[in-house]
Each structure stands twice: as structure tokens, then as C-alpha cells.
Nanobody, 127 residues
């Protein structure tokens, strides 16, 4: 089991920046592919970004490319999502998720591929 806990959400003005963190505990964080998903009110959960277990592969949703950066610190068992130039459309609950990694070249973008999920952190971008 891997336990995940997101933090760093809150209210930010449009155009602003925010960094989300996800602290992992339990089994080896460094052997898990990790990702971020977002769920806006009334909408389905959608993929945001993913990083392979060794940090060598990252992949982003088209809507966040160039604005969001996913990274990980396997020594600190922490996943990060740095967000800039935020828009109100990016409002939602952000979830950290993980699955045991395999091919470091694989980008996992489907929710069903992940076994572990955090409870989520709310981020609201005000216009």
C-alpha cells in the first residue's frame, strides 16, 4: 500500500502561480509512476500530468503544457506540481495518484491505470 496526501491547494488569482505537493508513505515511492488528475465541479476527473518512477519521463495534458511542471523527489517521497499562469478553468480538486512502475518510458494518462489515490486538495482560481 502507498498512502498519499496532497497539500498546497487554496485560492489564487488568475495569472498567479501555485505549487501542489503530495507526500507519500508506505511502500517504496521511488518504484511508482506518479500522476496528477483534476476534477472540476460537475465534471469527470481528468488527467493533468504524469512522471515515471525514475523521473525520466513526463507527460502533460495539452491544456497545461508549458504552464505546469511535474517533478518528484524520491529521497523525500514527494511529488510536486508547479503551476503558473493559472486560469479559472483550472479550478478543481487535484488528486495525486500512483501505481507501481514498469517501463520508465511509459506515460500513464488514464485514471484506471492508477492504484493509489490521495484525498485531493482544492484549488480555486479567481478571475
Amino acid at each position: 500500500q502507498v498512502q498519499l496526501a496532497e497539500s498546497g491547494g487554496g485560492l489564487v488569482q488568475a495569472g498567479g502561480s501555485l505549487r501542489l505537493s503530495c507526500a507519500a508513505s508506505g511502500r517504496s515511492f521511488g518504484s511508482h509512476d506518479m500522476g496528477w488528475f483534476r476534477q472540476a465541479p460537475g465534471k469527470e476527473r481528468e488527467f493533468v500530468a504524469t512522471v515515471s518512477w525514475n523521473g525520466g519521463t513526463t507527460y502533460y495534458a495539452d491544456s497545461v503544457k508549458g504552464r505546469f511542471t511535474i517533478s518528484r523527489d524520491n529521497c523525500k517521497d514527494t511529488l510536486l506540481l508547479q503551476m503558473k499562469s493559472l486560469e479559472p478553468e483550472k479550478t478543481g480538486v487535484y488528486y495525486c495518484n500512483g501505481v507501481r512502475g514498469a517501463d520508465p518510458g511509459t506515460a500513464r494518462i488514464a485514471a484506471y491505470e492508477y492504484d493509489y489515490w490521495g484525498p485531493g486538495t482544492q484549488m480555486t482560481v479567481a478571475s
